[in-house]
């Protein structure tokens, strides 16, 4: 795609006290200066007023980005390489915010050519014929980046331009930049251009990048146009030993001025954050639920079973989260459909609050996103299952250790069972359960606080029978309908 913007969004307005003419401009001392300058001057100012230079970049603080920071001082094009889903192309939109503002361009220029700076024979004739009454249009740096996915179909004319027949019918002679459809790359002049999945693009289209980089110039059709882009070029791809789908030609890679390596999060804390601020929760999922699905994640990441090549994206834990979110807010609507229509009216209806029973179906919604090896065909939900339990457990062992539950051992040590599911109301379980030494301290364990409500004391109770029978203190047992009954020892 081209410019990137949110759909039906109202382009920008420029504010009216900037100035309309190039004698305007000029006398309100605005100076030319490259995209790379741009940047590397606003990057400095961020730096000194210690405002966040990357909103909404997680986990990279340490690394990544002090390498991307590095390349935007240098002045070098760049390529993030990386496994699927490490926020390869978040990071490179976020670099649009490191642009002027508004800058001012030749209106009706499709190469956003600069008032000081013309590019082509016909503005450069425009701009001395009008001198300091040529009017001057003002761009926002939302409109200043363009994006292209590498698709096999991807051609140089998308790219780079191609010959319009039309003009050349119309008399104009194939040396005139003006017979000239241009295509992404220059269209992006003077702003920040981006190819995802470079690997992906045919080798002989690559090529037609290689100008680009370098000299700084594009070639159509056998035709040199010597225009002197302004442009910061950045690129995405995965390792090339685990997409075989083909590699970055060394004359382009020896372009770049710097390659950074992404990763996934490092610690279990990133990923918690990355899950909090990236998934779109229709239900409350307490934190000791969210934990789980992040252990879940990386212990799917870690695992022998999978392909180590391939990664498994940051959107695996953020689908996960959202899963579970939607199984409660399921549970809360099929309950209130299943209440007696003479039901009293003072009873309150379930609100949706997310137990760990609900991230069951993870196991089963999303191994499509897990490559595993090629030796654990038709394992792969036994494979995940497996690794939920290792991560519940995990997360039991981390936040209820050394507290005494001997009170939910003891509500079955008589024969009596505990029964909970997915259509379990929370009314319900906390019923069976009624009052147990020790629950308000697990409870308060799992940051439900001191007054919890009835649907997150009930998540906070499951978890606990959960976590007693991965510790062996607990039996298990799942009836013909869906219902799980917990009682007596494992």
Known sequence: MGRVTAPNQALPVPPADLPGTLGALRAAGHRYQTVKQELRHNLLARMRSGEDRFPGIVGYDDSVLPEVERALLAGHDMVLLGERGQGKTRLIRSLVALLDEWTPVLPGSVLNEHPLHPLTPASRALVAE??????????????????????????????????????????????????????????????????????????RIQVALLNVLEERDIQVRGYQLRLPLDLFLVASANPEDYTNRGRIITPLKDRFGAEVRTHYPVDLELELALIRQEADLVAEVPEHVLEVLARFARAVRESSSVDPRSGVSARFAIAAAETVAAAALRRAGLLAGAAPADGDATVRPEAPVARVGDAVSVTSTLRGKVEFESGEEGRETEILAHLLRTATAETFRARLAGLDLSGFTALVAEGAVIETGELVASAELLRQVGTVPGLAKALDRLGLGDAPTPEQAAAGVEFVLEGLHLTRRLGKDVTESGRTVYGGRS
């Open 130 to 203: 009008a001198g300091d009454d040529l009017p001057v249009g003002w761009l926002h740096r939302s409109m200043r980046y363009g994006e292209k996915l590498a698709t096999p179909d991807t051609s140089v004319g998308d790219l780079i331009g191609d010959v319009d027949p039309i003009r050349l019918a119309q008399g104009r002679t194939l040396g005139d930049p003006e017979t000239i459809h241009f295509g992404l790359v220059p269209r992006t002049n003077r702003g920040i251009f981006a190819v995802n999945e470079l690997p992906d693009l045919a080798e």
